[in-house]
C-alpha cells in the first residue's frame, strides 16, 4: 500500500485513487479519495484545515466520523491528520519537505 522513495514534491491522480506524497505513495478507495479531494482542494488554497463533517458531505459519504474512512489506512495520523481546531482534519507535509505543490497527473 506505501512505498517510500526521496520526493519533495507531491502528486495524485486525476481521481484521487493514488498519491505521491512527498516520496510516500498511497492507494484509496473511492470514498477515501474524495475526501482527500476535498482535503488537497483546501490545502493548495493555503486554508488546510476542513471540519470532517464537511470532508465527508462533499465526498457524499454516509460515515459518522471521517477517521472511520481511514481506519487503519496508513495515511491516517501522517498524511492526513487533525486540523487546529476541534473537529477539523488536514493534510500534514512531512516536515522536511519543502512543500511544492504540485499538478494532478491529469495536466
Known amino acids: 500500500m506505501t512505498d517510500t522513495t526521496t520526493t519533495t514534491e507531491a502528486r495524485h491522480a486525476i ?3 493514488s498519491i505521491d506524497w512527498f516520496g510516500t505513495a498511497y492507494s484509496f478507495t473511492r470514498t477515501q479519495a474524495a475526501c ?3 482535503l488537497w482542494t483546501s490545502w493548495e488554497n493555503d486554508t488546510p484545515d476542513v471540519a470532517g463533517r464537511t470532508v465527508l458531505d462533499l465526498a457524499d ?3 459518522a466520523y471521517i477517521s472511520r474512512v481511514f481506519r487503519k489506512h496508513p495515511a491516517w495520523g501522517v498524511m492526513i ?3 487546529a481546531t476541534r473537529g477539523t482534519v488536514r493534510l500534514r507535509p512531512p ?3 519543502c512543500c511544492e505543490k504540485v499538478q494532478s ?3
Open 15 to 17: 481521481d484521487f485513487r
Open 36 to 38: 482527500v479531494a476535498v
Open 61 to 63: 459519504s454516509d460515515a
Open 81 to 83: 491528520q487533525n486540523g
Open 95 to 97: 516536515d522536511d519537505a
Open 105 to 107: 497527473r491529469a495536466q
